[in-house]
T-cell receptor, first 112, second 113 residues
Framework: RKEVEQDPGPFNVPEGATVAFNCTYS??????FFWYRQDCRKEPKLLMS???SGNEDGRFTAQLNRASQYISLLIRDSKLSDSATYLC?????????????FGAGTRLTVKP | NAGVTQTPKFRILKIGQSMTLQCTQD?????MYWYRQDPGMGLKLIYY???????DKGEVPNGYNVSRSTTEDFPLRLELAAPSQTSVYFC????????????FGPGTRLLVL
């Protein structure tokens, strides 16, 4: 079983749609969680950290369910510029908390 | 600030050749990381460093070596290139305090034939 699993997509949605991505992780001792965005052939960039209480940043909402070992990302009112691959990232509890484990990503295409 | 810079952008190697991927950051970050990303896969940690003179293995260190003689530079060495090392290599750095300060370089695409 992969440590971090995501639905690869692709998700093709019209502008203005709401889309949700899910991610599951296998190590129950993991403590920190993130969503990164990666544009085609570019480096990953931090989109948001995921806190236990859930957090929101504009049109983006991230939630964490520790009991189910599940992380989600909700994008409301999708823009063309949201088209990218979204990477779920979990901090593995080893190597002095320096070991980030990445999911393979969920690809989103927002169409006019 | 240039942030994290990587050279070269792209390289083709023959099996058995060696090369060094360069990574430099100008943010005075303590922590630096090397990842590889295979097509359709997530990034995997190769090596990391928590400061000059200190390096440690990540999840997939075999076939690679690193050094950290200065705060700014964290080169990755491939000694005997193999086709399995065909990948995109990303360097990253961050402050000791938090992951929100982690920034990635633009990547080096390596093809081993």
């Amino acid at each position: 079983r992969k440590e971090v699993e995501q639905d690869p997509g692709p998700f093709n949605v019209p502008e203005g749609a709401t889309v949700a991505f899910n991610c599951t992780y296998s190590n129950s001792a993991s403590q920190s969680f993130f969503w990164y965005r990666q544009d085609c052939r570019k480096e990953p960039k931090l989109l948001m950290s995921v806190y236990s209480s859930g957090n929101e940043d504009g049109r983006f909402t991230a939630q964490l369910n520790r009991a189910s070992q599940y992380i989600s990302l909700l994008i409301r009112d999708s823009k063309l510029s949201d088209s990218a691959t979204y990477l779920c990232v979990v901090l593995h509890p080893g190597r002095n908390n320096n070991d980030m484990r990445f999911g393979a990503g969920t690809r989103l295409t927002v169409k006019p | 600030n240039a942030g994290v810079t990587q050279t070269p952008k792209f390289r083709i190697l023959k099996i058995g050749q060696s090369m060094t991927l360069q990574c430099t950051q100008d943010m005075n970050h303590n922590y630096m990381y090397w990842y590889r990303q295979d097509p359709g896969m997530g990034l995997k940690l190769i090596y990391y460093s928590v400061g000059a003179g200190i390096t440690d293995k990540g999840e997939v260190p075999n076939g690679y070596n690193v050094s950290r003689s200065t705060t700014e530079d964290f080169p990755l060495r491939l000694e005997l290139a193999a086709p399995s090392q065909t990948s995109v290599y990303f360097c990253a750095s961050r402050w000791r305090g938090g992951w929100e300060t982690q920034y990635f370089g633009p990547g080096t695409r390596l093809l081993v034939l």
